[in-house]
């Protein structure tokens, strides 16, 4: 129940990818012989599949390590473009580490950058942001889905107001790729990070969307080498992780409305159960979110503590890639939470491998954990003393 942090491969998506490890291995920038028309096949294959997904030209899309890199390389190769321009970037406190790491750096590196704060329920305040981008901004980023609380930012709107200024916007939309429909051109997007293994793909291969004909859209390229990908991007690539992310991506779009409803069905059910018990709180907003993404607060609960009463279900407080960080969300702390409430929160993430009787389980043992926990509590067993007498 942490598929937030990563999904397992969908058989499907493995047996595509099998043969580009045998007969198909070919380099797809051999173009002397039949090893290499082969691999760029596959990898022309994906291109189409992930522009069928989300409406783009197969010369707009790249194919990176990851969403990390995604973001690694747009966020550094725009800036190196208007470094001297003294114009912003404007960005937010709930983004993932893969965008406020690489942002952090360009700070210090003298590229003035504006954090907005999220509303309680985990959104933007787009009157903020119209009022940021009063002073020159030359791109936006904004995360589409965000990987902790399922928080859907309004990426149309905020488009619109980066547009009218004049900024380009970038969107982080790895949560949000194969779960709900993320149409480049409908959104507006300039730019898009996505990675494959969050959408039961391969890990270490992602993209990165960028718009082209705008003159306003100049990276500059993080990795060089041998010119591949336009030169946007050198090094081989990993033909069987890209072949494996075009299916991922394919199945993902046939299927997304009767998997977003199984979820949502699942989630709901789960909420119902868990918010039903005394002091008990959703964190984020109720109507834009991911069909599959919980996360609750339980107040007099530790969440690693938990985590040890339920170890056979695993959940999560939010970002994976903090796990070994014992610090409390930074996601949670935006959206006012105090550090105590973060550190009573978790994450319950769904996927597509679940079951119902996983889900079933799953409520009965975490509120037996919780009601243990309690238990367990002087604070809370003063607190219900009181309370009845
Ligand atoms: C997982 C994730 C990333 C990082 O993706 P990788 O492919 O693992 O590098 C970035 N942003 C968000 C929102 C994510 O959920």
């Given amino acids: 129940m942490d598929n937030n942090s990563t999904t397992p491969v969908d058989p499907r998506v493995l047996d ?9 291995f070919g380099n797809p920038s051999s173009h002397q012989h ?3 028309w082969l691999a760029e096949d596959g990898v022309d294959m994906a291109l189409e599949r992930i522009g069928s997904l989300i409406e783009c030209r197969e010369e707009e899309f790249i194919f990176t390590s990851g969403a990390t890199e995604s973001t690694n390389l747009a966020l550094r190769g725009l800036a190196y473009t ?8 404007i960005t937010c406190l709930t983004e993932h580490a893969a965008v406020l790491e690489p942002i952090r750096e360009l700070e210090q590196s003298g590229i003035p950058i504006q954090y907005l704060p999220v509303q309680s329920n985990g959104l933007l305040d787009l009157n903020q942001l119209e009022e940021a981008l009063k002073k020159p901004t030359f791109l936006v980023c904004i995360m ?9 930012q309004p990426i149309q709107e905020i488009t619109q107001l980066a547009h009218e200024q004049g900024s380009l916007i970038f969107s982080d939309a790895s949560q949000a790729l194969g779960k709900i ?3 480049v051109d409908n959104l507006g997007l300039d730019l898009m990070a996505c990675s494959s293994h969050k959408l039961y793909g391969p890990k270490g291969v992602g993209g990165l969307y960028i718009r082209k004909g705008s003159p306003y859209i100049k990276i500059k390229p993080q990795i060089t080498g041998g010119g591949q990908q336009n030169e946007l991007r050198s090094g081989t690539m990993n033909v069987p992780g890209i072949v494996g992310f075009g299916k991922a991506a394919e199945i993902s779009g046939q299927e997304m409305q009767g998997e977003y409803q199984k979820l949502k069905t699942w989630r ?4 119902t ?18 069909p599959h993404t919980l996360n609750l607060r339980f107040d007099f609960i530790k969440s690693e503590q938990l985590f040890q009463k339920i170890p056979h279900i695993a959940l999560s407080t939010g970002s994976a890639c903090n796990s070994a960080n014992p610090e409390p969300s930074h996601v949670l702390l935006a959206m006012g939470l105090t550090e105590k409430q973060a550190r009573s929160s978790i994450r319950i993430s769904l996927g597509r491998m679940n079951t119902t009787g996983e889900i079933e389980n799953a409520i009965k043992d975490i509120r037996l954990g919780l009601e243990n926990l309690r238990n367990e509590d002087v604070f809370w067993l003063k607190s219900k003393a009181k309370e009845l007498y």
């Fill in 16 to 24: 595509e990818m099998l043969p580009y490890f045998k007969e198909k």
């Fill in 34 to 36: 039949r090893y290499g």
């Fill in 82 to 89: 208007y470094r001297n321009t003294g114009k912003k970037i």
């Fill in 144 to 152: 589409m889905a965000n990987n902790e609380t399922g928080v859907i």
């Fill in 181 to 183: 429909p993320v149409l």
């Fill in 268 to 271: 709901d059910l789960m909420e």
């Fill in 273 to 290: 159960s868990f918010l039903s018990l005394p002091l008990s709180y959703r964190n984020g907003t109720f109507e834009n979110r991911l």
